[in-house]
């Protein structure tokens, strides 16, 4: 959950719902399957808090995760297993649960 203002998928406009969507196909299909640890934080209406801490703002919402998007492309010479320890460590060192 964040604590900022954020817009819900619900009362989204044209321009967020395209910003949501559009980014989401760059994201391997796993990405795609819900983290059971995560579902008493994110209500089942919602985007993950992440995305939706950057409602207010669709443009930078869609590039700031289309580009971590591309960065997980199968075709750069990082495996998945290098991108979930740099993102593991990451989160270990910022004290995120994600």
């Known amino acids: 959950m964040t ?7 619900a009362q989204a406009d044209e321009k967020l719902l395209n910003a949501m969507h559009g980014q989401m196909h760059m994201y ?7 983290v059971e640890s995560l579902a008493e934080h994110e209500a089942a209406d919602q985007a993950p808090s992440i995305i939706m801490s950057h409602s207010l703002l669709p443009d930078t919402l ?3 995760f289309a580009t971590y998007g591309t960065l997980l492309s199968p075709d750069l010479p990082l495996t998945r297993r290098q991108h979930e320890l740099i993102a593991a460590t990451v989160s270990a060192l910022n004290d995120c649960f994600y």
């Open 3 to 9: 604590w900022i203002k954020t817009i819900p998928p």
């Open 28 to 34: 391997p299909a796993e990405y795609q399957i819900p």
């Open 62 to 64: 869609f590039h700031s």
